[in-house]
């Protein structure tokens, strides 16, 4: 499975922060938000997903004189990863359905994709949760998967899914909130491309699930942090550490 992180957005909803960096390297418990999702990724390397990362960056890159420096500080900071690096070189004209089109394109294409967004901490456990639950019960049968915590609500992005776990809507509605973590079936790939491309850019990427077979997973919340504003990151680093838990599953 491949994995791709989508970190091109500047994050104003944080508010004004000392560094041209996009959310995905602010710190939460002495801890920058792409290290947190590292180490959430690593245990899980040679059994369920690669070795190689691909990082969607803008803000804070593109067209920045320090962008290698930047690169070596933030992101080649863990030597168990290969880091594949995407510049969104338009992030500022589009919403992150291109993220997701440029880090998908940027892979081989014949394999699973993990879409992560460059906002969301899990448990290492959750990480592995989510993904062996995926080869369990989506893979062979081409479903395409989605995060979610159950329980309706209006407040964050939701989606919908019917008696069977098949994801039926998605969007600013009332449903269960999703969890910036999905799975691209192998078999949806080019579907995906295809839509994102026809998009133009104007719509974020989670659109593209329910147009092609996805089951909810169904996570726990408190596994699980978004840091969106800056009231988010206040109740991060009152939550983390995670106690952690390990579901022990191989693959």
Known sequence: MDTV????GKGERLGPREETLPKLFVEVGNKTIFEHQLEALSPLQSTLIDSVVTVVLG???VDSPDAEHKLSEY???DQRFEYNIVYLENWKEVENSKSALA???SVDGDDHVLLLCGDVIVSPGQMEEFIQTFYEEC???AYSAVGAFEGYQSEMTAI????NDVVTDYGAIEGHQEAGMFILHREHVQTAKDRWERSGGEEWFPVVFPEVPSKAIRLDPGE???INTQEHLTEGEEILPFEGKNTGHTR
Request: no cysteine.
């Open 59 to 61: 803000y804070g890159f």
């Open 103 to 105: 880090g998908v394109e």
């Open 5 to 8: 992180i989508m970190a091109a």
């Open 139 to 141: 893979s062979d049968s």
């Open 160 to 163: 919908r899914w019917d008696t």
């Open 224 to 226: 699980h942090i978004e």
């Open 75 to 77: 992101v080649h900071i």
